[in-house]
Protein backbone atom coordinates (compact mmCIF):
# COMPACT_ATOMS: atom_id res chain seq x y z
CA UNK A 1 0.00 0.00 0.00
CA UNK A 2 1.07 3.67 -0.71
CA UNK A 3 -0.08 6.70 0.91
CA UNK A 4 -1.58 7.07 3.82
CA UNK A 5 -4.42 4.72 5.03
CA UNK A 6 -6.98 4.71 7.81
CA UNK A 7 -9.44 2.65 9.46
CA UNK A 8 -12.09 2.09 9.70
CA UNK A 9 -13.63 4.65 7.30
CA UNK A 10 -17.07 4.79 8.68
CA UNK A 11 -17.76 4.29 12.91
CA UNK A 12 -20.60 4.57 14.79
CA UNK A 13 -20.65 5.09 18.58
CA UNK A 14 -22.37 6.06 21.76
CA UNK A 15 -21.19 8.23 23.87
CA UNK A 16 -20.19 5.24 26.67
CA UNK A 17 -18.23 3.41 24.09
CA UNK A 18 -14.54 3.38 23.88
CA UNK A 19 -12.87 3.21 20.11
CA UNK A 20 -9.62 4.13 18.46
CA UNK A 21 -8.83 5.90 15.15
CA UNK A 22 -5.95 3.91 13.21
CA UNK A 23 -3.55 5.47 10.60
CA UNK A 24 -1.07 4.65 8.64
CA UNK A 25 1.91 6.38 6.28
CA UNK A 26 3.79 4.74 3.74
CA UNK A 27 5.45 7.66 2.35
CA UNK A 28 8.56 7.38 4.91
CA UNK A 29 7.76 10.91 6.66
CA UNK A 30 8.16 11.85 9.98
CA UNK A 31 5.51 14.26 10.71
CA UNK A 32 2.13 13.28 11.63
CA UNK A 33 -1.25 15.31 12.18
CA UNK A 34 -4.94 14.39 13.17
CA UNK A 35 -7.40 17.26 11.79
CA UNK A 36 -11.13 17.48 12.45
CA UNK A 37 -13.29 18.35 9.41
CA UNK A 38 -16.88 19.48 10.71
CA UNK A 39 -19.42 21.04 8.47
CA UNK A 40 -19.23 24.81 7.40
CA UNK A 41 -15.83 24.69 9.19
CA UNK A 42 -12.48 25.01 7.93
CA UNK A 43 -9.79 21.93 9.13
CA UNK A 44 -9.26 21.98 12.81
CA UNK A 45 -5.72 20.86 13.81
CA UNK A 46 -5.81 18.78 16.54
CA UNK A 47 -2.84 17.20 17.22
CA UNK A 48 1.07 17.23 15.61
CA UNK A 49 3.36 14.74 15.99
CA UNK A 50 7.23 14.56 15.25
CA UNK A 51 9.70 11.92 14.66
CA UNK A 52 6.79 10.31 17.35
CA UNK A 53 6.96 13.32 19.79
CA UNK A 54 3.73 15.21 20.28
CA UNK A 55 4.88 18.54 19.39
CA UNK A 56 1.29 20.29 19.41
CA UNK A 57 -1.86 19.93 21.29
CA UNK A 58 -4.44 22.34 20.15
CA UNK A 59 -6.49 22.55 23.63
CA UNK A 60 -8.35 19.30 22.11
CA UNK A 61 -10.67 17.83 25.25
CA UNK A 62 -8.72 14.83 26.54
CA UNK A 63 -11.58 12.29 25.64
CA UNK A 64 -9.81 12.46 22.77
CA UNK A 65 -6.14 10.64 23.33
CA UNK A 66 -3.42 10.10 20.94
CA UNK A 67 -1.14 8.13 20.15
CA UNK A 68 2.32 7.69 18.50
CA UNK A 69 4.51 4.66 18.89
CA UNK A 70 6.36 4.96 15.89
CA UNK A 71 6.21 7.28 12.61
CA UNK A 72 4.16 5.34 10.29
CA UNK A 73 1.50 4.80 13.00
CA UNK A 74 -0.82 7.21 14.47
CA UNK A 75 -3.70 6.49 16.97
CA UNK A 76 -6.72 8.37 18.36
CA UNK A 77 -8.37 7.00 21.01
CA UNK A 78 -11.52 8.36 21.51
CA UNK A 79 -14.02 7.95 25.02
CA UNK A 80 -17.19 8.93 26.39
CA UNK A 81 -17.39 11.29 22.99
CA UNK A 82 -20.14 13.74 22.72
CA UNK A 83 -22.56 13.97 19.21
CA UNK A 84 -21.03 17.14 19.05
CA UNK A 85 -17.74 15.40 18.16
CA UNK A 86 -19.47 14.14 15.21
CA UNK A 87 -17.37 15.16 11.77
CA UNK A 88 -14.40 13.35 9.80
CA UNK A 89 -11.52 12.71 11.48
CA UNK A 90 -8.47 12.88 8.99
CA UNK A 91 -4.77 11.60 9.09
CA UNK A 92 -1.68 13.48 7.51
CA UNK A 93 1.72 13.08 7.28
CA UNK A 94 4.61 15.61 5.89
CA UNK A 95 8.14 15.13 5.22
CA UNK A 96 9.53 18.51 6.36
CA UNK A 97 9.04 18.65 10.23
CA UNK A 98 7.13 21.87 11.82
CA UNK A 99 9.86 24.27 12.47
CA UNK A 100 12.15 22.93 9.81
CA UNK A 101 12.10 24.68 5.73
CA UNK A 102 9.70 23.88 2.98
CA UNK A 103 6.27 24.30 2.90
CA UNK A 104 4.64 21.33 4.70
CA UNK A 105 2.89 20.17 2.18
CA UNK A 106 0.61 17.48 3.72
CA UNK A 107 -0.65 14.37 2.78
CA UNK A 108 -3.89 12.87 3.67
CA UNK A 109 -5.34 9.78 4.43
CA UNK A 110 -8.91 9.08 3.34
CA UNK A 111 -10.86 10.01 6.56
CA UNK A 112 -12.87 8.42 8.70
CA UNK A 113 -16.20 9.50 9.31
CA UNK A 114 -17.81 8.99 12.67
CA UNK A 115 -21.33 9.59 14.36
CA UNK A 116 -21.88 9.80 18.58
CA UNK A 117 -25.18 8.58 19.03
CA UNK B 1 -6.05 37.50 13.85
CA UNK B 2 -4.90 36.16 10.79
CA UNK B 3 -7.53 34.43 8.19
CA UNK B 4 -8.46 32.78 4.76
CA UNK B 5 -11.38 33.92 3.12
CA UNK B 6 -12.76 31.61 -0.01
CA UNK B 7 -15.88 32.25 -1.79
CA UNK B 8 -18.51 30.37 -0.05
CA UNK B 9 -20.97 30.72 -2.89
CA UNK B 10 -20.55 27.27 -5.10
CA UNK B 11 -19.33 28.09 -8.31
CA UNK B 12 -20.75 26.88 -11.69
CA UNK B 13 -19.39 26.41 -14.78
CA UNK B 14 -19.87 24.96 -18.54
CA UNK B 15 -17.62 22.39 -19.47
CA UNK B 16 -14.11 24.05 -21.34
CA UNK B 17 -14.66 27.41 -19.74
CA UNK B 18 -12.16 28.81 -17.12
CA UNK B 19 -12.96 28.24 -13.45
CA UNK B 20 -11.03 30.80 -11.15
CA UNK B 21 -11.43 30.55 -7.62
CA UNK B 22 -10.37 33.32 -5.17
CA UNK B 23 -9.07 32.93 -1.69
CA UNK B 24 -7.84 35.91 0.30
CA UNK B 25 -5.98 36.74 3.08
CA UNK B 26 -5.68 39.16 6.27
CA UNK B 27 -2.40 40.14 7.94
CA UNK B 28 1.26 39.87 6.71
CA UNK B 29 1.71 37.83 3.63
CA UNK B 30 2.89 33.94 3.84
CA UNK B 31 5.57 32.32 2.77
CA UNK B 32 3.40 30.06 0.83
CA UNK B 33 0.06 29.51 -0.62
CA UNK B 34 -1.46 25.88 -0.98
CA UNK B 35 -4.00 24.57 -2.86
CA UNK B 36 -6.18 21.58 -1.95
CA UNK B 37 -8.79 19.86 -3.77
CA UNK B 38 -11.22 17.55 -1.85
CA UNK B 39 -14.23 15.17 -3.03
CA UNK B 40 -17.03 14.42 -0.37
CA UNK B 41 -16.36 12.17 2.07
CA UNK B 42 -11.98 12.42 1.40
CA UNK B 43 -9.50 13.92 2.59
CA UNK B 44 -8.23 16.66 0.68
CA UNK B 45 -5.19 16.28 -2.08
CA UNK B 46 -2.56 18.42 -2.30
CA UNK B 47 -2.55 20.43 -6.08
CA UNK B 48 0.14 23.20 -6.37
CA UNK B 49 1.61 26.22 -4.12
CA UNK B 50 3.20 29.24 -4.79
CA UNK B 51 6.01 31.29 -2.55
CA UNK B 52 5.52 34.79 -1.86
CA UNK B 53 7.94 36.08 -4.33
CA UNK B 54 6.25 34.14 -7.03
CA UNK B 55 3.64 35.83 -8.88
CA UNK B 56 2.64 32.96 -10.58
CA UNK B 57 2.94 29.00 -11.07
CA UNK B 58 1.79 26.38 -13.65
CA UNK B 59 0.84 22.88 -13.74
CA UNK B 60 -0.91 21.16 -16.47
CA UNK B 61 -4.06 23.24 -16.63
CA UNK B 62 -3.91 24.71 -13.35
CA UNK B 63 -2.46 27.92 -12.87
CA UNK B 64 -1.92 29.89 -9.02
CA UNK B 65 -1.29 33.67 -8.53
CA UNK B 66 0.34 35.14 -5.69
CA UNK B 67 -0.64 39.01 -5.06
CA UNK B 68 0.29 40.40 -2.14
CA UNK B 69 -0.52 44.03 -3.06
CA UNK B 70 -4.36 42.95 -3.18
CA UNK B 71 -3.63 39.92 -0.48
CA UNK B 72 -4.99 37.90 -2.38
CA UNK B 73 -4.50 34.05 -4.97
CA UNK B 74 -6.50 33.28 -7.70
CA UNK B 75 -6.24 29.63 -8.63
CA UNK B 76 -7.41 29.10 -12.44
CA UNK B 77 -8.57 25.51 -13.97
CA UNK B 78 -8.38 25.97 -18.05
CA UNK B 79 -10.30 24.10 -20.12
CA UNK B 80 -12.59 22.02 -17.34
CA UNK B 81 -14.09 18.96 -17.38
CA UNK B 82 -16.92 17.61 -15.30
CA UNK B 83 -14.35 15.41 -13.42
CA UNK B 84 -12.51 18.80 -11.80
CA UNK B 85 -15.38 18.97 -9.84
CA UNK B 86 -14.67 19.10 -6.13
CA UNK B 87 -13.91 21.47 -2.95
CA UNK B 88 -10.77 23.40 -3.85
CA UNK B 89 -9.23 24.75 -0.08
CA UNK B 90 -6.43 27.46 -0.21
CA UNK B 91 -3.70 27.18 2.80
CA UNK B 92 -1.41 29.69 4.17
CA UNK B 93 1.39 28.46 5.62
CA UNK B 94 3.58 31.29 7.43
CA UNK B 95 7.21 31.65 7.83
CA UNK B 96 9.33 30.23 10.78
CA UNK B 97 9.32 27.59 13.46
CA UNK B 98 5.08 28.64 13.82
CA UNK B 99 4.44 27.62 10.35
CA UNK B 100 1.10 26.50 11.14
CA UNK B 101 -1.22 25.70 8.10
CA UNK B 102 -4.25 28.25 8.37
CA UNK B 103 -7.20 26.87 6.35
CA UNK B 104 -9.94 28.21 4.40
CA UNK B 105 -13.69 27.16 4.57
CA UNK B 106 -13.03 25.92 0.83
CA UNK B 107 -15.11 26.96 -2.22
CA UNK B 108 -17.20 24.19 -4.16
CA UNK B 109 -16.82 23.76 -8.00
CA UNK B 110 -19.46 22.32 -10.36
CA UNK B 111 -18.59 21.78 -14.26
CA UNK B 112 -21.93 21.32 -16.03
CA UNK B 113 -21.47 19.01 -18.88
Known amino acids: ETGVTQTPRHLVMGMTNKKSLKCEQHLGHNAMYWYKQSAKKPLELMFV???????ENNSVPSRFSPECPNSSHLFLHLHTLQPEDSALYLC????????????????FGAGSRLTVL | SQKIEQNSEALNIQEGKTATLTCNYT??????LQWYRQDPGRGPVFLLL???NEKEKRKERLKVTFDTTLKQSLFHITASQPADSATYLCVRVNAGNNRKLIWGLGTSLAVNP
Open chain 2, 27 to 32: NYSPAY
Open chain 2, 50 to 52: IRE
Open chain 1, 92 to 107: ASSQDPPGGHGANVLT
Open chain 1, 49 to 55: YNFKEQT
